[in-house]
């Protein structure tokens, strides 16, 4: 399993995603789960993958070599990052076809999913998520993030502190919380985590980090932010208690009978 995530807001995008891939509690192991197609200048692709790691793989070699090739169509040849997410759509289709009869054999899961935003001239920055079957959403002002992987844990920190006028440093803040927070709460998610910030119009990527487990920041973010916790929950308002100590008769309706 793996955690990625992508946020698109009015001054750019931050894509992060955690390294770890496992088959089981004993077999544990690191990849590199975010990957750059950019070409300075002229478009930013920025692009996240989870699920079967053959498959997964398998994808984004087949995007390096149509570059290297310069077959068309490619990466750096579709006009709107919408056509580029379709693109990457139909690989993920051709490819788990030519081995899902091998997979499903041996009940293997060849499910997979990707992230892919970023910016093409003449266009406004895009975020998609493209499903294993090969179609595709977008991000809005109104949802501004999307995640692939184990998404539940780090969820609630994007619902509660995201907008699409929050500045991009306080949203990498956000995304590397909540990878953080999936860590804390699910071992198959794992350092080390990448992110990449790009800011519109820049047509390239100026802000990388790497996060090690270990990470001097990554300590004191997380020692932060549970004491901000901790003290936001001791300070909340006192809980209106039944006054006089008893508790309302419980009736048949209560206990779900008929």
Known sequence: MTYCLGILVKDGLVIAADSRTNAGVDYISSYRKLFDFSNPGERVILLCSSGNLSITQAVVHQLNQDIKRDCEPNLHSLPTLYDVARYLGDKIRTLQEADRAWLAKDKIDFQCSFLIGGQVRGEAPELFLVYSQGNCIKATPETPFLQIGETKYGKPILDRTLGFDVPLDAVAKCALLSIDS?????????????????????????????????????????????VALREASASMPDISWNQDGTMPPLGIADLGET
């Open 182 to 226: 999936t860590m804390r709460s699910n071992l198959s998610v794992g350092p080390p985590i990448h992110m990449v910030l790009y800011q519109t119009d820049s047509f390239e990527v100026r802000h990388r980090a790497q996060f090690q487990a270990g990470d001097p920041y990554l300590i004191k973010m997380r020692k932060h932010w549970e």
